[in-house]
């Protein structure tokens, strides 16, 4: 099989100083936070190969500045606002918090009561945003509104064959989400260390590695396999300006990489959550009722409970998404000192210990 998007790594340093490296990691004198350059930085016009992946109740317009301010892509979550109004208001709080790029998520669930997707799709289009990270459902239908407007679209898949339809329909880049992934890593269960050399295998159009990205490491090893970036939803949360409830970061910093659970796979719209009393009832149920299970069984663990844990920290209130990368979380750093270390890390991972093991 030709593979189009293997060959070598199209990522080149351009040097840029004033990122320092974070207390507590040294990379030595020249351990600058340097600039990348690659198909996603000249794609969304960002000085680092980092998104912020949309998350209910999460991506609010702070979190989205505070990400795009530190160089990377911030993502506002558009079905977290309950009207298309609401969204613009939202995307207007945004654009007076930053004058770099951001974008918004569109989420399209598997529900019969759609949500008002044309409204939401107008409000971006009228709001000026030129980035749409659309995730769930095909996102067809709305393309080409999104694309006579100048707009980027990023889709979110979990699948190689998902991701070439993404490409065949024209969007301009995929987020390729793996097992690890928080949040609903699809029904194939095939984790990034496969998944992403199999998406460069098969695309043509530039692809973000999610699912699992924490640090330099995840994002060096992303660029090895072939992702020209990364996504991270959890370790967005633990930072200083993710607005969500003190609880919900301690629950992340106390979790390790044992404790997340899959749920809602017998209706085929699996969950990677974190474990809590809640997400114990409901894979008792699911244990119990087996695939004869309806949403209806457990609406009370999963219905309406993301305000309850994100805004108040009601943290057994019900089942939230949360990947195994919480293993790999261990502080609460602002957005620029976490893009920051990532990008020094990277540096020196790339200049330093592989570059090292080259035999001259
Ligand atoms: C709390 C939470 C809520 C999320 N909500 C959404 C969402 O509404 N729409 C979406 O496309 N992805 C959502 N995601 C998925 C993330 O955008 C991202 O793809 C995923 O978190 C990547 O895996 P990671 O958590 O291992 O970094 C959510 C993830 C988390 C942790």
Known sequence: MPCRNSGRLRTEFRENAHVSATPGMDFGENSKGDLMKTRITDLFHIEHPIIQGGMHYVG??????????????????????????LLAKEIERCHKMTDKPFGVNLTFLPTVMAPDYPGYVSAIIDSGVKIVETAGRNPEQYLPKLKDAGIKVIHKCTSVRHALKAESIGCDAVSVDGFECGGHPGEDDIPNMILLPRAAEELTIPFVASGGMADGRSLVAALALGADGINMGTRFIATQEAPVHENVKQAILNATELDTRLIMRPLKNTERVLNNPAVERLREKEALL??????????????????????????????WSCGMVAGLIHDIPTCKDLISRIMAEAKSLIEERLTGFLDE
Request: glycine share 14%; no cysteine; aromatic share 6%.
């Open 60 to 85: 609010f317009a702070e979190l989205a500045a505070a990400v795009s301010n530190a160089g990377g892509l911030g993502i506002i979550t558009g079905l977290t606002q309950k009207t298309p109004e």
């Open 290 to 319: 087996g695939n004869n299970i309806q949403f209806e069984d457990i609406i009370e663990e999963v219905a309406g409970v993301y305000p309850k844990i994100m805004t108040q920290g009601d943290m057994d209130a019900g089942a």
